[in-house]
């Protein structure tokens, strides 16, 4: 059966992880290739990177970033951040990531969704939004607004017409991270998490508030997603202790949620490959 | 030497990255000459099927593909949407795909959430020496809204199930296609990489 999944997250400035609260005070954390190496053989599921400098200084994508993480990571891979053109997400896959998330600039320009899905298909464009409950009124039914540029900006945008116009336009995974829980450890904000997964039908990824082994439970559960990202739960300098995927794994199996077991690996019987093994010709 | 084949739709370069590390001598090709050369042949493949074969077309791959796998029988491995096209039809956007392996690609339903996005359990169903690494179940990357129904069972190689059972690796005599990518499946992607490299298809 298809399991949920364990997405790290980093954000990137020239080349290093740096990790921030709710959007602020960030500190450097380790070089992205290194940081994603580890987490690679830790048996993460997947990774994401955002460039998160990219956009705000009007410069491309760090793609020299990218190459290096994709050379050493053997498991999906999506990159955000600078992205404004389908030319650049062309750049950014052929740099080996498989996906792309678009985030500010899909809420001023939607049909960037459109374009990468035609382009390259549904599968490799993640609509990420940044939302923060402001209550219900005329205009936000869901009482949740859609924010961008680092979480500065209202949007008027309520947050679940837009995941369904994402939806709508190609996107094939959407990003709920909540503004109020961010780098908080306080757990997802399951309710939003859980009205995105309702409206609509793409895999849903939990995102913003991830502090226990148990808010990453509640997120692939009451939440209703298909995907946690859990960030500073991994690596943060600020937490007293990391958890790794396993102490995870094992969790989210002891509450019944299906994942990817830690630790299966291919039989060495019958000459498997090893890293150091060359071709015989 | 493994031809990568690189077209625009395609994530060739994550192909490259996994046998690099492999240690795998390999090439991205782009052209009839960089395919004629090749010892064995990938096709990757990302988005849709109709975007690949106007790529491949594009690119004037298609008839010496053709010469290489069906004539020459080299060893053919296809990753995704590199699979989906080996079939004769796909029901994304009804389109007439390369006819290598007898049946047609076909949606999942739409009560299902679409694509189907994850690591799902992937169970042999015969030994096979590409896939004989692959535990039963092993867990594998997908990302696909459709699914492979070959003609002929002997083609099917091992199953996965979303709501209902699908084939997710195909084998017919020098070619072998898995729906999931086995260059982003960890440990036994990687493994399964390396079990084509040392592949000699008898045919």
Known sequence: MLTKRLIACFDVVRGRVTKAQQFQDNIDVAAAEELATRLYDDQIDEIVFYDITASAERRKIDLETVRRVARHVFVPFTVGGGIRSVDDMFDVLKAGAEKISVDSMAVRDPSIIQQGAAAFGRQCIVLSTQVQAVGRRPGLPSGYEVFIDGARKATGLDALDWVRRGEDLGAGEVVV??????????????????????????????????????????????????????????????????????????????????????GAAPSRAGGAASTSERPSD | MI?????RAGNAPSVGYALAHLGLEHRLVRDAPGVRTADQLVLPGVGAAGATLDSLYEADLVDVLTERVLGDRVPFLGI???????FERSDEGDVECLGWVPGVVRRFPSSLRVPQIGW????????HPVTDGLVDPAHCYFVNSYYCEPAEPDDVLAVTEYSTAFCSVVARQNIVAT?????????????????????EPRC
């Open chain 2, 179 to 199: 729906q999931f990518h086995a260059e982003k499946s960890g440990p036994f992607g990687l493994d399964l990489l390396g079990r084509f490299a040392r592949w």
């Open chain 2, 80 to 86: 995704c949407i590199g699979l989906q096209v080996l």
């Open chain 1, 177 to 262: 991270n909540s503004i109020d829980r961010d780098g908080t450890a306080s757990g997802y904000d399951l309710e939003i998490t859980a009205a995105v997964a309702d409206a609509v039908n793409l895999p849903v990824i939990a995102s913003g508030g991830a502090g226990t082994v148990d808010h990453v439970v509640a997120g692939l559960t009451a939440g209703g997603a298909q995907a946690a990202i859990i960030s500073s739960i991994l690596y943060s300098p600020r937490f007293d202790r990391n958890v790794g995927v396993e102490e995870l794994k094992v969790g989210l199996t002891a509450a019944g949620v299906a994942v990817r077991p830690y």
């Open chain 2, 120 to 127: 799902n359990t992937v169970r042999p169903t015969r030994a």
């Open chain 2, 3 to 7: 031809g990568v084949i690189d077209y």
